[in-house]
């Protein structure tokens, strides 16, 4: 059981998580609409950090942008909005309740109950509407005036009322229920496995998917997650649909004396033979910017270099911001 200000609480998060599920086009698309979106806000930004926390712990990432994006829709883009529907819950709340104060009192006098008929009653007015805290029938056993109940009754609830009427947008944050964790748990219900080449994250709308591949439409160079050539400091650069479709060799494990054909990747372990890489020719120039972009960061976070067989070709390095957004709508459905 909850207390009235809990209730509104639930309410007004509900009521705003639904809002931007259905509104938000971050949130109102499916898994790739909203990884474009990250990814989009990822470039706006060319915070490294924020990129190699999305490359290794996406979902942390992905949490991430969920809260800060619905912190900026409540507090900032749509705060009228989300105090109209605070107040409207208020306003539903009073009316829920002297309803079922009403409806109470009346079957009580029709039926010549008791006091804890009468609380029995009104809570069951109340249904799925309102879940509230328990009244003990004890504090009212010697009332009769089923009518001075309902009053003494609607002038506690009167207090709360207008206490609730005081209440903050600020204030939701202390509630235990909140729209982005609602926001969170709804958007974050899909497969997280990373492909083990790239990390791309499969799109799978499912967790535990045991019957279908994994997969993604677009893979990553494959020296974002730290890929090189064995013996060397040179990173890869290649995108995993190349590299199945050639026929290099790769190590599956950092200690690995055997190399497996990349046509036979799936024979790489547990890892591998899961995934399903299409051979083709797919590649986002987003990932070739971040590349350039970021070019000597990478190099000193895995103390390794783009050179040699990893050298960034030129027409990569010719990629701007803009156009690197751009090709996010190549993962198709809506435009970020």
Same mark, same amino acid.
């Given at each position: 059981?909850?207390?009235?200000?809990?209730?509104?609480?639930?309410?007004?998060?509900?009521?705003?998580?639904?809002?931007?599920?259905?509104?938000?086009?971050a949130?109102n698309?499916?898994?790739?609409?909203?990884e474009?979106?990250?990814?989009?806000?990822?470039?706006?930004?060319e *915070?490294f950090?924020?990129?190699?926390?999305?490359?290794?712990?996406?979902?942390?990432?992905?949490?991430?942008?969920?809260?800060?994006?619905?912190?900026k829709?409540?507090?900032?883009?749509?705060?009228?909005?989300?105090?109209?529907?605070l107040?409207?819950?208020?306003?539903?709340?009073?009316?829920?309740?002297s309803?079922?104060?009403?409806?109470?009192?009346?079957?009580?006098?029709?039926?010549?109950?008791?006091?804890?008929t009468?609380?029995?009653?009104?809570?069951?007015?109340?249904?799925?509407?309102?879940?509230?805290?328990?009244?003990?029938?004890? *504090?009212?056993?010697?009332?009769?005036?089923?009518?001075?109940?309902?009053r003494?009754?609607?002038?506690?609830?009167?207090?709360?009322?207008?206490?609730?009427?005081?209440?903050?947008?600020?204030?939701?944050?202390?509630?235990?229920?909140?729209p982005?964790?609602?926001?969170?748990?709804?958007?974050?219900?899909?497969?997280?496995v990373?492909?083990?080449?790239?990390?791309a994250?499969?799109?799978?709308?499912?967790?535990?998917?045991?019957?279908?591949?994994?997969?993604?439409?677009?893979?990553?160079? *494959?020296?974002?997650?730290?890929?090189?050539?064995?013996?060397?400091?040179?990173?890869?650069?290649?995108?995993?649909?190349?590299?199945?479709?050639?026929d290099l060799?790769?190590y599956p494990?950092?200690?690995?004396?055997?190399?497996?054909?990349?046509?036979?990747?799936?024979?790489?372990?547990?890892?591998?033979?899961?995934?399903r890489?299409?051979?083709?020719?797919?590649?986002?120039?987003?990932?070739?910017?971040?590349?350039?972009?970021?070019?000597?960061?990478?190099?000193?976070?895995?103390?390794?270099?783009f050179?040699?067989?990893?050298?960034?070709?030129?027409?990569?390095?010719?990629?701007?911001?803009?156009?690197?957004?751009?090709?996010?709508?190549?993962?198709?459905?809506?435009?970020?």
């Amino acid at each position: 059981m909850i207390s009235t200000v809990e209730a509104l609480y639930n309410r007004t998060a509900i009521g705003l998580a639904h809002q931007m599920k259905c509104n938000y086009p971050a949130f109102n698309g499916n898994t790739l609409d909203l990884e474009k979106h990250i990814l989009k806000s990822l470039a706006e930004k060319e *915070n490294f950090d924020d990129f190699i926390t999305y490359i290794k712990n996406p979902r942390r990432q992905t949490e991430a942008f969920i809260r800060a994006e619905v912190k900026k829709y409540i507090f900032t883009d749509h705060k009228d909005e989300a105090v109209i529907i605070l107040n409207k819950n208020v306003h539903d709340i009073n009316t829920t309740v002297s309803q079922a104060l009403f409806t109470a009192t009346q079957k009580v006098q029709t039926q010549s109950g008791y006091t804890d008929t009468w609380l029995k009653e009104f809570f069951s007015a109340l249904n799925d509407n309102l879940t509230l805290d328990p009244i003990c029938s004890q *504090n009212f056993s010697d009332i009769k005036d089923f009518d001075f109940l309902r009053r003494e009754t609607e002038k506690g609830f009167a207090s709360i009322i207008e206490q609730m009427r005081s209440i903050s947008l600020d204030k939701m944050q202390e509630s235990r229920l909140k729209p982005d964790e609602i926001l969170v748990d709804q958007l974050c219900k899909h497969c997280w496995v990373k492909c083990p080449f790239c990390s791309a994250i499969c799109t799978n709308t499912i967790e535990d998917h045991k019957d279908d591949d994994h997969s993604v439409p677009f893979h990553r160079p *494959n020296g974002i997650q730290g890929w090189h050539y064995k013996g060397t400091v040179e990173l890869c650069i290649t995108f995993c649909t190349t590299n199945v479709s050639s026929d290099l060799k790769f190590y599956p494990y950092h200690n690995s004396e055997k190399s497996i054909p990349y046509k036979e990747y799936r024979n790489g372990g547990p890892e591998y033979k899961t995934w399903r890489i299409t051979p083709d020719g797919s590649k986002l120039s987003y990932w070739k910017w971040f590349v350039c972009r970021f070019q000597n960061k990478l190099e000193k976070h895995y103390n390794r270099k783009f050179q040699g067989r990893g050298e960034i070709p030129d027409d990569w390095k010719t990629i701007s911001k803009e156009e690197a957004i751009q090709s996010l709508d190549e993962m198709g459905f809506s435009d970020v």
